[in-house]
C-alpha cells in the first residue's frame, strides 16, 4: 500500500491507495482530522455510518464495481469514531454540514450524492436541508426519527427504548451517566475482537455520546425545508426495531414529496446486503442527474 500527499483549496489531504479503495485523511480548518475512504468511481455518494460504527460498514465483500458500476462511494469516519478526530463541545448537525462542505470541497465535488445508515440518517437530512445547490439526491436508511420535533407522534417518542428508564429497558439511559453506560457499550464490541469493531471505537466513547445526545435534542435544522421531493428516499426494514419501523412514516411526512421503501424480511443492517446495496445505490445515480 503507498501513501501520498497533497493540498488542495488550502487543506493538507493525505491518501493511501490499495487494490480496491482509496483512503485519505483530511485536516479541517479548526484543525480536526476527517478520515474517509473511496471505492469505485462515477456518481459520487458521501456515505454516512450508524452510532457505534465506522465508514467500514459500507465495505462488501464484493467490489463497489460489480454491486453498482458507475458509483464513488466516499465512507466517512463521523467525528469520534475511526480515525475521526473527536467532535468539540458544541458539536451539532449543522457543524457536521460545514465538515462535509469541507471535504468536498477539497475532493472538488460541487454536487453529490448523501447516504446514511441509522444515526447516520439525521446527519443526511441536515445536508438536504443546509446545502441545497449541493446534495443532489439522498438515502436515509434505517434512520432514526427526530425524537423532539415538535410534531413527533407521541408512539415515537414512546419506543425510543434508549431514552426509557433504565428499570424498563435494558438500553435505557434514563438515570444513567451516559459516558459510563457508552464505556460499557464499548467495552462490550470491543471483547468481540473484530477489526471493524476495534476501528471503530479508536477514539473512545464521544462519537457515540455525540449522536446519542443530538438526536435527543431539537435539530439545528429544519426538516421541513429540505426540497429534493422524490430524490430524497427513506428505506427502512420490515424486521427493523420498533422506533425505526414507526419513525419512517413520520420521517416522509416531514419532506414533502419525499419517498419510502420497505424492504421485506430486512433487519436494521439490511443495507450491508449486496442486493440492498445495490438498490439504494442505483436509485441515488438515477435520481440525482449527475
Sequence with gaps: MSQSSSTIGGNAVQCETS?????????????RTLAYHEEGSGVPVIALHGMGSSRLTWL?????????????????DRPG???SSSPPFGYNYTSFVR???????ALQLPRFCVAGHSSGGPFVFALASLLPDRVAAAAAISSDPPYNHPQTPPEVREAD????????????????????FAEGYRNYSLKSGLPAKAHAW????DGWIC????????????????????RLTIWYGGEDVGVIKLGAPFLQSLVQGSQLREVAGGNHGFKSDPKHLAAILSELKASSGL
Excluded: H, N
Aim: aromatic share 8%; net charge negative; proline share 10%.
Design 19 to 31: 487494490p480496491k479503495l482509496r483512503y485519505g485523511t483530511l485536516r479541517l480548518k479548526d484543525g
Design 202 to 205: 479508536k477514539q473512545g466513547t
Design 161 to 180: 427504548e434508549m431514552s426509557q428508564p433504565a428499570s424498563l429497558e435494558p438500553m435505557g439511559l434514563y438515570g444513567k451517566d451516559p459516558r459510563e
Design 60 to 76: 462488501s465483500k464484493k467490489p463497489l464495481e460489480q454491486i453498482c458500476p458507475g458509483v464513488r462511494i466516499i465512507a466517512v
Design 99 to 105: 465538515d462535509v462542505e469541507e471535504l468536498a470541497d
Design 81 to 83: 469514531y475511526g480515525g
Design 211 to 230: 449522536d446519542w445526545s443530538l438526536e435527543r435534542l431539537p435539530y439545528s435544522f429544519t426538516m421541513e425545508t429540505i426540497a429534493l421531493g422524490p
